[in-house]
C-alpha cells in the first residue's frame, strides 16, 4: 500500500490592522502600541533623519513615539494611523531642526567616521552595496526618495508606505516603478553601460 504524505503548512498568521492595534492600545494593551512602533519604528527614524538628520533621529522617533502614545486617545480615524504618525514625525523633526539650527554644531570629520565603520560587524560587500543603494536613491527626485527608501532601504512593505505617507498604492508603486527605472539608468551611466 502506498502512502502519500502531505506537508502540513502552519497558516500564515495575519497581521491586525493599525486601527485595531490603535484602539487595543487606547484601552491600555502596551503589546499593541509596541506592535505599532516595530512596524513604524524605521520609517519615522528615516522621516526624521531625512529633516533633522541622522544624528537626531532616533532621539526624534522616541520624541514622536511618545507623543502618539499620549494622543492616541484624541485619534478620531484609527484607520489613519500612520499617515497620523507622519504628521507627528514631521512636526516633531522640523521643530527639532529650527531648533538645531540655531544652536553651534560640530560635525564629525571624515577620519572619525571611518573609524566608527570599521567597528561594523556586517559583511563589507554587503555594506558597500547599501552605501551605493543609499547614494543613488538620494539622487532620485525627491518625491521618489522617501518611497524608495522606505522600500529598499528599511523594507517596508507598499501597503505599509501607502498608509505612512497617505499616498494611493497605486501612486506608491508608480513611484517604486520609476525610481528602480531612474537607479537603473544612473547605474549604466557610471558603469559605463556594462
Not at 19 to 27: F, G, K, M, P, T
Not at 55 to 66: G, K, P, S, V
Not at 78 to 95: E, G, K, S
Not at 164 to 177: D, I
Request: glycine share 6%; net charge neutral.
Amino acid at each position: 500500500m502506498l502512502r502519500l504524505l502531505t506537508s502540513v503548512r502552519e497558516p500564515k498568521a495575519i497581521e491586525p490592522a493599525d486601527s485595531v492595534l490603535a484602539i487595543a492600545a487606547v484601552v491600555g494593551n502596551l503589546d499593541a502600541f509596541g506592535e505599532l512602533v516595530r512596524r513604524y519604528r524605521r520609517a519615522v527614524e528615516r522621516i526624521a533623519a531625512g529633516i533633522a538628520g541622522p544624528q537626531a533621529a532616533e532621539d526624534i522617533a522616541q520624541e514622536a513615539f511618545l507623543l502618539a502614545f499620549k494622543a492616541l486617545p484624541d485619534l478620531d480615524e484609527p484607520d489613519r494611523f500612520a499617515a497620523w504618525l507622519y504628521a507627528i514625525t514631521r512636526n516633531r523633526a522640523l521643530r527639532w531642526a529650527r531648533k538645531e539650527s540655531r544652536m553651534l554644531r560640530v560635525e564629525f570629520d571624515d577620519a572619525l567616521l571611518s573609524c566608527i565603520g570599521g567597528f561594523s560587524t556586517g559583511n563589507r560587500r554587503d555594506l558597500e552595496s547599501a552605501v551605493d543603494l543609499a547614494a543613488g536613491i538620494d539622487e532620485l527626485p525627491e518625491n521618489l526618495r522617501l518611497i524608495m527608501r522606505l522600500r529598499w532601504l528599511d523594507e517596508m512593505p507598499m501597503q505599509q508606505i501607502s498608509a505612512f505617507t497617505g499616498l494611493p498604492l497605486s501612486t506608491v508603486k508608480w513611484r517604486l516603478h520609476e525610481g528602480k527605472r531612474l537607479l537603473r539608468e544612473t547605474m549604466k551611466a557610471v558603469t559605463g553601460g556594462l
